[in-house]
């Protein structure tokens, strides 16, 4: 009954497989890029692949930093700072919302969204 | 004797194709698209043991081929050959080989079968994309494949020899 440690061998390395790819950063959807609106106008695009700051705004302030594939705002002079807690966002489809500067952030692009209209 | 061929190829056809049937009645890819229990390749298996790689390989090529055409659409007659065809082939070595019982086999099959989709996917959408549901698959392969192994092993003992 070798060949059964050998199975369970193998299902074991392929569960660590899974867990290691799990586990590892996801790249973001290629082509990915950020699309800045403000009152519903886009005001700038930027390509997620460029590390770059944006400042936004000059009263109502926000800056937008992209760095290593992802977009957060990491400063900004609103009450909330709502837009700031979001955090990165690097998937298609993601936002950070700026209320009181009606300022909006969306990653867009790339594969991943498509997804949803593939049958398998 | 041709008779007996034929009745024995069409039988198992039919089996896969009524498992591939019962398989869309449970929608397993809720959270990720292409997640299968796999049960068809419950007779693969089986043809693969019990009646050799040749006849295995015609009844994984005949059962995509029936499946697509009743069930799927264009695209998914594509993502299935890919992961029949990878599928069937890391089987048929490791049958060969003898390294691994059932189980293994069924497990590395199922995960194959995964990676070859997974393959298809990333040419048509031309998007790396696809690789972010790799781990999610490679788990699902692992699972069904052990469920769909252990029946057959089990299958592959019990059922009594064909007559020559």
């Known amino acids: 009954m070798k060949r059964w440690r050998r199975d369970l061998l193998l299902i074991a390395l392929l569960l660590a497989a899974a867990l290691t790819l799990f586990l590892l950063p996801r790249p973001s959807a290629a082509g990915a890029a950020v699309l800045v609106l403000q009152d519903g106008e886009e005001i700038g695009r930027y390509p997620l692949s460029e590390d770059r700051t944006v400042s936004i705004g000059e009263e109502a302030y926000n800056l937008l930093t992209i760095k290593n594939g992802a977009a957060a705002v990491t400063e900004a002079n609103c009450g909330d700072h709502t837009c700031v807690r979001t955090g990165w966002i690097d998937r298609t489809g993601e936002q950070i919302i700026c209320l009181p500067h009606r300022l909006m952030i969306k990653v867009v692009g790339g594969g991943s969204s498509d997804w949803d209209a593939v049958a398998w | ?8 190829y069409g039988l198992l056809t039919a089996l896969a194709m009524v498992l591939s049937y019962i398989e869309t009645l449970i929608p397993l890819s809720f959270a990720v698209p292409g997640v299968k229990l796999g049960l068809a390749n419950l007779t693969v298996i089986f043809a693969l043991y019990r009646l050799g790689p040749k006849p295995a390989a015609a009844l994984s090529l005949l059962r995509v081929a029936l499946v697509s055409f009743t069930f799927g659409n264009a695209y998914s007659f594509w993502y299935s050959l890919a992961g029949a065809v990878l599928s069937f082939l890391i089987m048929a070595l490791l049958r060969r080989q003898d390294w691994f019982g059932e189980l293994g086999v069924s497990v590395a099959g199922g995960v194959c079968h995964n990676i070859g989709q997974i393959a298809v996917a990333a040419i048509v959408l031309r998007s790396t994309a696809a ?3 790799l781990p999610v698959l490679l788990l699902s392969g692992v699972l069904t494949g052990m469920a769909v192994g252990a029946a057959a092993a089990v ?10």
């Open chain 2, 1 to 8: 004797m041709k008779g007996r061929l034929v009745a024995r």
């Open chain 2, 131 to 133: 690789a972010y549901y």
């Open chain 2, 155 to 164: 299958l592959i003992r019990r059922i009594p020899p064909f007559e020559r």
